[in-house]
């Protein structure tokens, strides 16, 4: 995996106003978070920051670079990172200290690769996931997992366990989860086939409508005949 450097210096926590006079001076305000020491503030230059950190490689290592014999030549990943809503500036970071001969767990992003052989048949791929939690040397960490999806058919799915990994990379999960399969075309369609269907099943209400008005003229007929009677019975 590269490793990257990113220059790194301690900062004051107080008074609290510090916080924005670093992001005014183009700097951004972190933590760093150590295996065995005491979480760390510290500040990095925003644009340096930028440059370093990506969507497609997030898990990169990065090694601090620092005047504080403290922080100096220590290998981090990012553990989070905060962003304004709109503009997705960088407000605050997270780092994690990792031990480069020591194991641990990050999510790495899946690359899905090939076109799936249900896209003959009109078929739509739809991955499930957009990442894989692994476990690894820190200095094995992929960039990403590569996904071939062309042996695909419609229906058809694919799950963790079948993921190739590189090295010693192994993916870490207690079900056996799908990543990724290819929807019929008839999917898209559903929706319009339920509203032709709709008239059909209308037309027996129609025609119970129209035998509604049946129903008055035998009454009629009834009281018609219950009249006769009486002014039968005045003759005699």
């Known amino acids: 995996m590269e490793t990257v450097d990113l220059t790194c210096e ?3 926590v107080r008074p609290k106003g510090l916080v924005n006079r670093l992001r005014r001076q183009g700097r951004v305000p972190g933590v760093l978070y ?3 020491s005491a979480a760390t503030p510290v500040a ?3 644009q340096e920051l930028n440059a370093r950190v990506n969507a497609a490689a997030r898990q990169r290592l990065i090694r601090l670079k620092s005047a504080s014999s403290d922080l100096d030549g220590k ?3 990012l553990k989070q990172v905060q962003r304004t809503p709109v503009k997705g500036d960088i407000l605050h970071v997270d780092f994690l200290e990792v031990d480069l001969g020591k194991a641990l767990r990050v999510k790495v992003p899946l690359k899905f690769t090939g076109r799936p052989a249900g896209a003959i048949d009109g078929g739509i791929l739809q991955p499930l996931e957009r990442e894989v939690l692994v476990e690894c040397l820190p200095l094995e960490i992929p960039e990403s997992v590569d996904v071939d999806v062309s042996p695909l058919g419609v229906h058809e799915v694919l799950h963790v366990s079948a993921l190739r990994f590189t090295g010693n990379v192994r993916p870490i999960f207690d ?5 990724v399969t290819v929807l ?3 999917v898209a369609e559903a929706p319009a086939a339920a509203a032709e269907a709709a008239p059909e099943e209308a037309a027996p209400a129609e025609g119970a409508a129209g035998a509604a008005p049946a129903q008055p003229p035998a009454a009629e007929g009834a009281a018609g005949q219950t009249g006769g009677a009486q002014p039968g019975g005045a003759k005699r």
């Open 75 to 77: 290998h981090v990943i």
């Open 44 to 46: 990095v230059a925003a």
């Open 34 to 36: 150590g295996n065995l």
């Open 10 to 12: 301690k900062r004051e």
């Open 184 to 186: 019929p075309p008839t």
């Open 175 to 179: 079900t056996d989860y799908p990543v």
